[in-house]
C-alpha cells in the first residue's frame, strides 16, 4: 500500500467518523437526510452507467448522455398526459400508464441514443480523438435545443402520480416515492448486471471494453456492441428520467448538463468503466450530495462534490472500487 | 578481479520483476563489457523485454541491482536514465508518429540541450544557435543510419523498415554510452537484416556498447560476441554464440517451445 | 563546425526569398490578419459610424488569447483540460480585485488601486501559480484522468468567487473596475475624430478603439511567444508527450516537469487574457467563467485545427463570429428575408406559432449544436490542421542531395 492510499483511506475514514457522530447525536435528522441522499443517489447511479459504460468500451465522455436522460424526462411527461392519470393519488390508469410509459420511453431514448452514436460518433472512431468529444459537446446543445424548441425555457411539469403514502418511524419521514425510486432503481442496476454478466451480448460488452481489436479477431461485431453499449445506457437514463420525473416533478430543458457532471463524477469516483463502480459511486454522490447540502450548506455542495472528485484522483486513480483501467 | 567494474558498463546482479504471481524476471545476473555487442535472447514471454524495462526505469526493480558505468541505478526515473547515457529502441516501433523525422531525432538530442524556458520564449541568440546545431547535428544522426531524405516527413509515412531505423537514429541522438535494442530485425527481409548488421557495427565503431535482444540467430549469431538466454525469467545460459548453441538447456528451452 | 557554414548560408537564403514566404501558409495567414486588423477600425467605422464592430473585435480578441494559450495545453502537450475558463477567472479576478473600490467592502477595509501594466503580469503570475498547484499532484495521472481533474478545477473556482462574497462580491460582482492609463494617446479618422489629435494623459474609457489596439497587440505578443516554444527544445518535448509519452520519457524528458509547464504557461496566457477582459467589461461576476466558457475555448481550439497556432486563431474568430454575431442576429436576418421574399405573414406571431423570428430564436441551440457536430463531421483534424513545418522541407530539400551523395558513398 503506497502513500496516496492512506490519504485516500484517511480521508474516508474522517468523513465516515464525522457523519458516524451525527448519525449518534442527531439520528432523525441524520436519517432524514440519509433516505433523501439514497433517492437522488439511485438516480445518479442510472445517469453514472451510462457514462461509465460507453467511457470503458470507447473512451469517449459521453456529454450529451445528461441530455439523454433529461429527454427521457420529457418525452415520459408528455407520453403521460395521453393517458387519464390523476394526479396527486394512485389510481389504476395511474399504474397502467407507468406500466406502459416506463418501457416505451426506454425503448425511445435508446434508439434515439442508437442514432446519436450513428451519426455523431461513429463515422470519427478513427479521427483525433477530441473530435468525437466536440461532436459530443455539439448533440449535448442539439438536444437541450430540441427541449427548448419544445416545451420551451421554463421548467415543465411532471404529473405527480405515485402513491402518497408516507410513513414517520422513529421521527424520521418517509414515502412510498422513496422506496420506489430506490427499488426501481436497485431492479434496473441488478438486471443490468446479470446482463452484462451472463449474457452473450454482455461478454461481448466487456471483451470490446477490454481490448477492442482482440474481441474483433474472436468474431465480436464491434460496430454492433458499441451501439448496444449506447442504447442499454440511453435505456437506464430514460428510466432514470422518468424516475427523477415522478420524485421532484419539475423538469426543464437544462436539468441534463449539471445532474449529467454529477453523474459522471459519480462513475468517476467508481472507477470509470466499472459498472458496479458507477452504481455505488451514483449513491456515494447522492448522499455526499445531501449530506453536504444539510451540514455544511448548498452552496458548497458542488465544491464538495468536485472537490472529492478531484481527491479520488489524485489520491486513487482508479477510483473507490480501484478495478481495471483501460491502458492503451 | 578489482579492475572488472571499470570494464563493465552494465552490470546486473539479483534483478528480479514480479506481476503479482507472475515472476517476469527471476534473479538474473549479468555484465556487459565496454565496447562489445552483447546479445540476450529466448523464447517469448522469456521476460526479455522486462529486462530492458528494468533497466530504462520504465519499471521498478521487485529486488536487485541495476549498476550503469560503476553507478547504482536501481529505481532511477527513465529520464534520468538516458541522461545518464542509456538509450533504447522498442520491440514494437514508438515514434512520435505525428512530428517529422527531423523532429523525431531532435526529440533525441533534447537531454544534450541547454535551452531554458526563457531562451526559447524570446528566441536569444544562444537558443537559435544551439537550435541549428541541434538541426545540423541531427541531420547528421539521420545520414548516419541513411534516411536523410525522409527528413521532413512524418514518421508515421515511413516504410517499416526505415521506421526501425529512425528509432535507432533517434535513441543514437542522446549520445548514448549504452544503446538497447529490442528486436531491431523483427519482420525484415534477409536484405534488411544484412543492413542492419553493418549499422550495428557502424554504431559499435562509434564506442558505443550494444545490448540486444533478437530472435534471428543469424543475426545474433553474426555481430554478438557474448549471449545470455532468458527462459522463464531465469537466465539459463551465458556465453560465445558457439558454447550457446551447444547448450543442451538452451536447446530443450526453445524445442521445448516450439514441441 | 564545418557545418557552420552551410547553415548560415540556408538561412540567409530563407530570409530574403519573399515569394517563398508566401507560400508558407502560416506566413500568409499571418499576413492577412495583420492587415485586416489594421484596416479594421477605418473601415468599422465608416461602415456602421460607430463602434459596435470595434467592441466585437475587443471581445473577439479575448477568446483569441484564451484559444492560443490552450492551445499550449491541448494542442502541443495533448493535455485536455476541460476546465481553463477557471484560470480566466483567477485572471479576472486578480485584476477586478486589485483595481477597484471592491476591498474597500471587504474585510480588508480598504480599496487597491495598482495599475493595469502591473497587473497584467500579476495576473499572469497568479494563474500560472494556480496552473502549477493544480497541476502539481495530478499531471502523473493518465490523460482523461486530468481532463477530469480540471473539469472538476473549472466547477470548483467560479463556486468560491461566488461563495467568498464578503471578498468578491459572489453575485453580485465586481463592478467599477478601474481602466488603463497611458501617458498619451493619439485619435484620429478611425476613431470618429475629424483629425489626428494627441491626448494626454489617456484613460482607455474614452476611446474604444484603444482597447481593440491593446489586444491586438497581446494577441501579437502571444502569437510570438508560443511560435517560439513550439520551435524549441521545449515544444518538442510537448509534441513527443503529445505522441507517446513513454517513448518521450526513454529519450530523457522529465514528463511531469514539461507537462507541468503546459500547464503553467498554459494557464499564464489565460490570466493575461483575464486582466485584459476585467479590464475592458469592467463588471466581473461568477458566471462569466463557467463550464460553457471552458468548452467554448475548446471547441475553437479543435475546430481550428490544434496544435498549430495560425488554424487555433482562425477557429477563434470563426467561432466568436459564428456564436455571438451570426446565431444571435439569425431571428433579424431570418424575418427581413421573410418579409422581402413575401412571406412577411410569417412573422406574426399566432396561436402556437411564436412569429419567424422568435422562433429562429428558439432554434439557437439545434443550430449550434449542429454546427459542432457537422464541423466535425467534415473536418475532424480541424480547419487548418499543423502541418510538418515548411521549414524543414526547405531543410531537407537542401539535405536531399547531399544525402544521396552520401547514400552513394556508403
Ligand atoms: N506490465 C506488465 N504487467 C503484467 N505482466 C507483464 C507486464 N509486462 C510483461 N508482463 C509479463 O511478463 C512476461 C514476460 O514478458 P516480456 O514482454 O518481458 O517477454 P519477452 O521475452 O520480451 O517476450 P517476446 O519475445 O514475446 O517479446 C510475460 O508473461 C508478460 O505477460
Ligand atoms: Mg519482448
Avoid at chain 1, 117 to 127: D, I, S, T
Amino acid at each position: 500500500m503506497s502513500l496516496p492510499d492512506y490519504g485516500f483511506y484517511i480521508l474516508c475514514g474522517t468523513a465516515v467518523i464525522l457523519l458516524a457522530a451525527q448519525a449518534v447525536t442527531h439520528p432523525t435528522q441524520f436519517f432524514q437526510v440519509f433516505i433523501f441522499g439514497l433517492t437522488q443517489g439511485a438516480i445518479y447511479a442510472l445517469v453514472a452507467l451510462g457514462y461509465t459504460m460507453v467511457y470503458g468500451i470507447i473512451e469517449l465522455i459521453n456529454f450529451a448522455h445528461g441530455d439523454v436522460f433529461t429527454l427521457g424526462a420529457y418525452i415520459g411527461t408528455t407520453l403521460l398526459g395521453f393517458f387519464a392519470i390523476t394526479e396527486g393519488t394512485f389510481t389504476a390508469i395511474n399504474l397502467i400508464a407507468l406500466i406502459i410509459v416506463f418501457p416505451v420511453v426506454m425503448l425511445i431514448m435508446g434508439g434515439i441514443n442508437i442514432t446519436i452514436e450513428r451519426v455523431a460518433y461513429r463515422p470519427l472512431r478513427n479521427a483525433p480523438r477530441l473530435a468525437p468529444l466536440i461532436t459530443a459537446i455539439g448533440m449535448s446543445f442539439f438536444l437541450e435545443g430540441v427541449m427548448f424548441l419544445w416545451r420551451g425555457p421554463a421548467t415543465v411539469h411532471f404529473p405527480d402520480i405515485l402513491p402518497t403514502q408516507s410513513w414517520y418511524v422513529a421521527g424520521v419521514f418517509f414515502g412510498v416515492r422513496d422506496i420506489f425510486v430506490v427499488v426501481v432503481g436497485a431492479v434496473l442496476v441488478s438486471l443490468l448486471a446479470v446482463f452484462i454478466n451472463q449474457t452473450k451480448l454482455g461478454k461481448a460488452m466487456r471483451a470490446t471494453a477490454q481490448d477492442r481489436d482482440a474481441a474483433q479477431l474472436m468474431g465480436i461485431d464491434i460496430n454492433r456492441t458499441i451501439a448496444a453499449t449506447f442504447f442499454i445506457g440511453a435505456l437506464l437514463a430514460g428510466a432514470g428520467g422518468i424516475i427523477w420525473g415522478l420524485y421532484y416533478n419539475t423538469i426543464y430543458y437544462q436539468l441534463g448538463f449539471r445532474s449529467g457532471l454529477i453523474a459522471f463524477t459519480a462513475a468517476v469516483f467508481g472507477g470509470i468503466g466499472n459498472i458496479p463502480g458507477a452504481a455505488i459511486g451514483g449513491l456515494v454522490i447522492g448522499l455526499t450530495a445531501a449530506f453536504s447540502d444539510s451540514y455544511i450548506g448548498s452552496k458548497w455542495t458542488q465544491v464538495v462534490i468536485f472537490g472529492i472528485l478531484i481527491g479520488v484522483l489524485v489520491f486513487r486513480p482508479t477510483g473507490l472500487l480501484g478495478m481495471r483501467v483501460p491502458e492503451k | 578481479m578489482s579492475e572488472q567494474p571499470r570494464d563493465n558498463i552494465l552490470e546486473l546482479t539479483g534483478l528480479t520483476k514480479r506481476f503479482g504471481g507472475l515472476v517476469a524476471v527471476d534473479n538474473v545476473s549479468l555484465h556487459i563489457k565496454r565496447g562489445e555487442v552483447f546479445a540476450l535472447i529466448g523464447p517469448n514471454g522469456a521476460g526479455k523485454t522486462t529486462l530492458f524495462n528494468n533497466v530504462t526505469g520504465l519499471f521498478r526493480p521487485t529486488s536487485g541491482n541495476v549498476l550503469f558505468d560503476g553507478r547504482d541505478i536501481t529505481g532511477f526515473k527513465p529520464h534520468q536514465v538516458a541522461r545518464l547515457g542509456i538509450a533504447r529502441t522498442f520491440q514494437n516501433i514508438r515514434l512520435f508518429d505525428y512530428m517529422s523525422c527531423l523532429d523525431n531525432v531532435r526529440v533525441g538530442r533534447h537531454v544534450r540541450m541547454k535551452a531554458k524556458v526563457w531562451d526559447s520564449l524570446f528566441k536569444l541568440p544562444r537558443e537559435r544557435r544551439e537550435e541549428e546545431r541541434v538541426t545540423d547535428e541531427a541531420m547528421e544522426v539521420l545520414r548516419f543510419v541513411g534516411i536523410a531524405k525522409h527528413a521532413n516527413q512524418y514518421a508515421r509515412n515511413l516504410a517499416y523498415g526505415q521506421q526501425r531505423r529512425l528509432e535507432i537514429a533517434r535513441a543514437l541522438a542522446t549520445e548514448p554510452k549504452l544503446l538497447l535494442l529490442d528486436e531491431p530485425a523483427a519482420g525484415f527481409t534477409p536484405q534488411e537484416k544484412v543492413e542492419l548488421m553493418a549499422l550495428v557495427k557502424k554504431i559499435l565503431n562509434r564506442g558505443i556498447t550494444v545490448f540486444l535482444i533478437e530472435h534471428d540467430m543469424k543475426v545474433v549469431m553474426g555481430i554478438s560476441e557474448r549471449i545470455v538466454v532468458l527462459d522463464h525469467g531465469e537466465k539459463i545460459a551465458e556465453g560465445s554464440p558457439e558454447e550457446v548453441r551447444n547448450d543442451t538447456k538452451v536447446i530443450e528451452a526453445y524445442l521445448g517451445k516450439s514441441a | 563546425m564545418s557545418n557552420a557554414a552551410p547553415a548560415r548560408r540556408r538561412s540567409l537564403r530563407e530570409r530574403i526569398g519573399f515569394r517563398e514566404r508566401i507560400r508558407d501558409r502560416d506566413t500568409a495567414v499571418y499576413g492577412i490578419l495583420i492587415l485586416l486588423a489594421l484596416m479594421f477600425p477605418l473601415v468599422s467605422y465608416n461602415i456602421t459610424e460607430g463602434t459596435a464592430w470595434i467592441s466585437h473585435a475587443t471581445r473577439a480578441g479575448y477568446w483569441v488569447l484564451l484559444a492560443i494559450g490552450l492551445n499550449v495545453v491541448v494542442g502541443f502537450a495533448g493535455l485536455l483540460d476541460l476546465g481553463y475558463a477557471a484560470f480566466f477567472a483567477i485572471g479576472a479576478y486578480t485584476y477586478a480585485l486589485l483595481a477597484s473600490p471592491q476591498l474597500a467592502s471587504s474585510p480588508a477595509n480598504h480599496a487597491v488601486h495598482i495599475s493595469f501594466w502591473i497587473l497584467i503580469f500579476v495576473s499572469l503570475m497568479m494563474a500560472a501559480l494556480f496552473g502549477a498547484i493544480l497541476g502539481f499532484p495530478t499531471l502523473r495521472l493518465r490523460g482523461d484522468y486530468l481532463a477530469i481533474v480540471t473539469l472538476g478545477f473549472g466547477e470548483i473556482v467560479p463556486q468560491l468567487f461566488y461563495n467568498f462574497d464578503q471578498w468578491t462580491g459572489g453575485i453580485n460582482a465586481v463592478g467599477l473596475i478601474d481602466q488603463p492609463l497611458l501617458p498619451a494617446w493619439v485619435q484620429g479618422p478611425w476613431s470618429g475624430d475629424p483629425e489626428f489629435k494627441i491626448v494626454s494623459p489617456f484613460n482607455f474609457n474614452t476611446d474604444p478603439v484603444a482597447y481593440y489596439v491593446l489586444v491586438c497587440f497581446l494577441v501579437a505578443i502571444a502569437v510570438v511567444l508560443v511560435t517560439n516554444l513550439y520551435n524549441s527544445r521545449l515544444g518538442r518535448a510537448w509534441m513527443a508527450i503529445r505522441e507517446d509519452e513513454v517513448a518521450a520519457a526513454a529519450m530523457g524528458i522529465n514528463t511531469v516537469t514539461t507537462k507541468l509547464l503546459a500547464f503553467g504557461i498554459g494557464a499564464s496566457f489565460s490570466g493575461f487574457a483575464g486582466a485584459y477582459y476585467a479590464a475592458d467589461v469592467a463588471l466581473v461576476s461568477p458566471d462569466n467563467f463557467l463550464f460553457i466558457v471552458s468548452i467554448t475555448v475548446l471547441v475553437m481550439v479543435v475546430l481550428g485545427g490544434m496544435g498549430n497556432v495560425s488554424g487555433v486563431i482562425i477557429g477563434a474568430l470563426v467561432m466568436y463570429y459564428l456564436i455571438f454575431i451570426l446565431i444571435p442576429g439569425l431571428p433579424e436576418i431570418v424575418t427581413g428575408f421573410a418579409s422581402n421574399v413575401g412571406l412577411g405573414s410569417l412573422n406574426q406571431s399566432t396561436g402556437d406559432w411564436p412569429g419567424l423570428g422568435e422562433e429562429t430564436q428558439r432554434l439557437n441551440f439545434i443550430i449550434y449544436g449542429g454546427i459542432l457536430v457537422a464541423v466535425m463531421l467534415l473536418r475532424p483534424q480541424g480547419l487548418l490542421p499543423s502541418r510538418v513545418r515548411e521549414q524543414e522541407l526547405k531543410h531537407a530539400a537542401v539535405q536531399e542531395e547531399e544525402a544521396a551523395i552520401e547514400m552513394s558513398h556508403a
